[in-house]
């Protein structure tokens, strides 16, 4: 009986520890020697989405693949959800010592790398963005203020009611925005799908408050920039990133055609040589 009583207590102790060491906002791969490179995802996708591109890079760098809370399988957090993940992902870098590291940022994961390399304690060497603007809220809202963007509000509410086809509906169809290969369209939607819903959409709200156009004034690393020349055309994607990126010192911008809002999908192969040599140059 005293067995029992003892093997109950260890039960309920470690239990608590194994559910709260699943709610962090960050979930890190490593694979890999050589110099830190981090390798972060945009929202919704697991950091599996750099796996084909890992597999080379790894025989020279030592890769740390992140994967955000509430996607790719992960538990959820408490709210809000960006700023615990930015501060997560610096925490990470000190913890660990990562010095002298480059970081690829995909989307939400580049605007994180933005903000990364906007703290004064992180010694980054340089950073790679990926389709990734500052202030993605400031491109999709008419008379943009982030203190009006909150979370409680009809549309979040609505995407929050939505059942299961309803849901499936809406992320095909935004799906076909993001890559131009139909294969690459049904791995983002279901990505979509796989995430938790509240943080799809409340996550989403933080995605879209976050403006860091006046922090990019103190950025003074080598930053590299690969935009996509589709749906909008080049001369549209420049001028984009050109009043987004005002503030920013300087910046090497590589326009990415034949290609939407996925890379790594539309043009693996291109991709994989753009990064491996951006990297290779610093």
Sequence with gaps: MKNTILLYLVLFLTLPTFAQSESTP???????????????????????????????????????????????????????????????????????????????GHSLGGTIALWLASQSQIELNHIILVDALPAAGALMIPNYNPE?????????????????????????????????????????????????????VYGYTDYLKLDLREALKQIDIPVTIIAASQPYGEAMVKQTYSDQYANLKDYNLVVAQDSAHFIMLDKPNWFLQRIQLILAAH
């Excluded at 084909?52 to 693949?65: R, S, W």
């Excluded at 870098?93 to 690829?104: A, E, Q």
Aim: hydrophobic fraction near 40%; proline fraction near 7%.
């Design 148 to 200: 009006n963007l909150v979370y409680e509000s009809p549309y979040n509410d609505q995407q929050l009611a939505m059942d299961a086809t309803a849901f499936e509906q809406m992320a095909a169809a935004m799906s076909k925005g993001m890559s131009l290969e139909p294969a690459a369209q049904q791995k983002i939607k279901n990505w979509m799908l796989q995430s938790d819903r509240k943080t799809y």
């Design 26 to 104: 960050i979930h890190v791969q490593v694979t890999g020697k050589g110099q830190p490179l981090l390798l972060i995802p945009g929202f919704t996708v697991p950091g599996s989405i750099w796996d084909p591109m890992v597999k080379e890079l790894e025989k020279n760098y030592e890769c740390h693949v992140v994967t955000l809370a509430g996607f790719g399988g992960k538990a959820p957090i408490s709210f809000p959800w960006l700023p615990k993940v930015n501060t997560a992902i610096k925490e990470y870098i000190l913890k660990n010592n990562l010095k002298n590291t480059s970081v690829v």
